[in-house]
């Protein structure tokens, strides 16, 4: 077994935070530590955030990346849940494995703030924070699931309680929207899709839309939404824009209809006018990823239905700066990849 491990790091220098390659030398392993042999990661847009916003956020030399999957490759003394060569990935928050969300689960983040993330070949955690990733699944597309999937999954199941047969606005093709889309259509929801371009909304279609928007070309689409269901809106809305898009989102949402709050696409600014939510008995829910027992469910979903998350770009280890950029330039569908 190798003594030491390529990693990246989040280095402060005169120009903000920068991605430096490295090498870091084995960790130790405590009784309930497992190690794991990771072979592919994958980026969401909280990945950019320690680039753009003040770095005193984010503590120098962190490795960053909450999304990967691999294999158990040395595990502690007292380990019992998993043995060498099982199939895992680390949950979102090691700190909210079951139960309701708590305060304090948002400080074990992993890739943010004070906690390293997952982008290093080899990486240790306690055997509880991780689960066993899909058997149809290959590594890299069971990468895409711990953020991006669990939170498509917790916003319209556990949270939700999508039903056969009510509609869903999603807003773009980045990765929570293209699992909502798939998560929608194979519990038989009927998915809207939201996007300026009219060859992804084509390929949305192909993954089960219901209906689709180009909102460069109708920019008023909440009506086009109210126009699509009769005037009824929709029964769940995903919002992942953020202040450019919430007072659309709540036009567009039904009667008793709910909004998962997400995304924060357009920036951070002022809070739209609520009022309309309470004159249609809509309830918004802030959605922020999800639990260990979500992701466990999520997989077992995605194996009854043999759902394959989509897959953008893969990159490989050398070329992490390209696969910033490319999630950066907005023009990817679906999840940006990294084989390790």
Known sequence: MQNDSQVYRLVKGDDGLQLKKSSQAKAALRPHDIRIQVHAASLNYRDLLPMRGPIDDTRDGLIPLSDAAGA?????????????GDRV???FFSGWQSGPFKKDHLATALGGGSIDGVLSEQIVVPEHVVVEIPAHLSYAEAATLPCAGVTAWHALVERGGLKI???????????VALFALQLAAA????PIVLSSSDQK??????????????????PDWDQAVLD????AGADHVLELGGPDTFERSIASVATGGKIAQIGVLTGFGPTPNLL?????NANIHGICVGSGAHFSALNRFLETHR???VIDTEFTFDQIPQAYDHLASGQHFGKVVIRL
Not at 72 to 84: D, F, Q, Y
Not at 165 to 175: K, M, N, P, Y
Not at 201 to 218: E, H, S
Not at 276 to 280: A, Y
């Open 89 to 91: 990935a680390p949950t």
């Open 187 to 190: 519990i038989g929801a009927k």
């Open 201 to 218: 909304l084509k390929r949305a279609i192909g993954l089960g839309a219901w209906k689709t928007v180009n909102y460069r070309t109708q």
């Open 165 to 175: 047969g009510e509609t869903v606005l999603i807003q773009g093709t980045g990765g």
């Open 307 to 309: 759902i394959k998350p």
């Open 228 to 231: 699509m269901t009769r005037g």
């Open 72 to 84: 158990v490759l040395e595990v502690g003394s007292a380990v019992t849940r998993w043995k060498v």
């Open 276 to 280: 309309p939510v309470q004159f249609l």
